[in-house]
C-alpha cells in the first residue's frame, strides 16, 4: 500500500497565499501520477489539479488557473500545490490522492484514484 499525507493547510485571508505539500511512502510510491482534490461544506469533492509522473504534464480545473500550480519534488515522491489568491470559495478540505499505474493518466474524476491521504483544511476569511 501507498500512503499519502498532506501538509501545509491552515487559516488564511482573503488574497494570501498556501502551499500545500503531499509525501508519498510506501512500496511504489515513487513517480506516480499525482493529483489534489477539494470537498467544501456540504459539497461533493472535486478536482483541484494533476500531474504526470515525470512531472512535465499539469491539469487544472478553471476554478483554479492561473491561482493554483501543481508540482512534484525531483524525487517524485512529494508533490506541492501552492495556492495564491485565495478566495473563501476555496474553502475546504484539500486531498492528496494517486494513481497506480505510472503510465496512466490521473484524469480528473476521483474514482480514478487508487490511493488517498487524509486530507488537510483549507479556509480562507473574507
Known amino acids: 500500500q501507498v500512503e499519502l499525507v498532506e501538509s501545509g493547510g491552515g487559516l488564511v485571508e482573503a488574497g494570501g497565499s498556501l502551499r500545500l505539500s503531499c509525501a508519498a511512502s510506501?512500496?511504489?510510491?515513487?513517480?506516480?501520477?499525482m493529483g489534489w482534490f477539494r470537498q467544501a461544506p456540504g459539497k461533493e469533492r472535486d478536482f483541484v489539479a494533476s500531474?504526470?509522473?515525470?512531472?512535465?504534464?499539469?491539469v487544472y480545473a478553471d476554478s483554479v488557473k492561473g491561482r493554483f500550480t501543481i508540482s512534484r519534488a525531483d524525487a517524485k515522491n512529494t508533490m506541492y500545490l501552492q495556492m495564491n489568491s485565495l478566495k473563501p470559495e476555496d474553502t475546504a478540505v484539500y486531498y492528496c490522492?494517486?494513481?497506480?499505474?505510472?503510465?496512466?493518466?490521473?484524469?480528473?474524476?476521483?474514482?480514478?484514484?487508487?490511493?488517498w491521504g487524509q486530507g488537510t483544511q483549507v479556509t480562507v476569511s473574507s
Open positions: 490522492a494517486a494513481v497506480r499505474n505510472p503510465y496512466e493518466s490521473p484524469g480528473m474524476a476521483s474514482r480514478g484514484y487508487d490511493y
Open positions: 500531474i504526470t509522473w515525470s512531472g512535465r504534464n499539469t
Open positions: 510506501g512500496r511504489a510510491s515513487s513517480a506516480l501520477p
